[in-house]
């Protein structure tokens, strides 16, 4: 789910890790983000979260260094441990599809594609979000909400049990001064308070600005510090709808 730990340097968070909290945002209204999707990942004895969202009634996507292991997707969730909503649908996953270039050493082409070993029931607490024109880059200090379920403080190695958000901004890509960083394949947002940001856990999850996901939570400072690093959606539109076309029945 949104938001990773992000360590001294830039980094990718191990895969299942978590990746991705929301640290200094709120409870989210419940299934007021329909699109949001929990992933479970299983390796070894081992669990991990991340998070995703929902783009067409059988894809998922999310970030590629959620990658590792076995996923479950979770659709129509709040509260994550209360096994009784009514709302949920729990769906395997049939194929992952990591990008070709996706660079574990950089986190560059930070993105992945999961369908769905079925197709999701399209409901009022389970819908898809749109994605971005092809190359359309956002200007900054567009404002945006990113969400998840991952670690809601740096120092707090715990996921939380409901879905948290946190509004941010997108800021100019120099304000992301990592040496890896690269302003066509990602994007840098952020808010001038540092007690709010992605966090373990959050990575997969969505940037949304005004109504579509433009970014992928992808990794940020090693302390937990914004600005964060997000996939640029728009940069692989053409890749997310050739993939699909090749995998749709």
């Not at 329909?34 to 059988?58: D, H, T, W």
């Not at 769905?116 to 389970?126: D, F, G, S």
Request: charged share 25%.
């Amino acid at each position: 789910m949104l938001i990773l730990i992000l360590l001294p340097v830039t980094f990718l968070l191990p895969p299942g890790a978590g990746a991705g909290e929301i640290i200094g945002g709120r409870e989210a209204r419940p299934h007021s983000r329909p699109y949001m999707a929990y992933l479970e990942i299983q390796r070894g004895k081992s669990s991990f979260v991340c998070g995703g969202f929902l783009v067409s009634e059988n894809f998922v996507l999310t970030a590629a260094h959620c990658k590792e292991g076995k996923i479950t997707v979770y659709l129509g969730a709040h509260n994550i441990k209360n096994k009784q909503e009514q709302s949920r649908q729990v769906i395997p996953t049939r194929v992952k599809i990591p990008h070709p270039e996706y660079d574990e050493e950089t986190d560059n082409n930070d993105i992945m594609l999961l369908q769905l070993k079925r197709k999701a029931e399209l409901t009022q607490w389970v819908k898809t979000i749109p994605l971005p024109r092809a190359d359309k880059k956002l200007k900054p200090r567009t404002k945006c909400s990113v969400a998840g379920w991952g670690w809601t403080s740096a120092k707090r190695n715990k996921t939380s049990d409901t879905l948290q958000e946190v509004d941010v901004v997108v800021m100019r890509d120099d304000a992301c001064s990592y040496s890896d960083y690269n302003s066509y394949t990602m994007l840098c947002a952020g808010v001038s308070s540092k007690d709010k940001n992605p966090s373990q856990g959050d990575s997969g999850g969505p940037l949304v600005c005004r109504g579509t996901a433009q970014g992928i939570v992808s990794y940020g400072s090693g302390d937990g510090d914004p600005p964060a690093v997000y996939t640029r959606v728009s940069t692989f539109v053409p890749w997310i709808q050739e993939e699909i076309k090749k995998l749709q029945p």
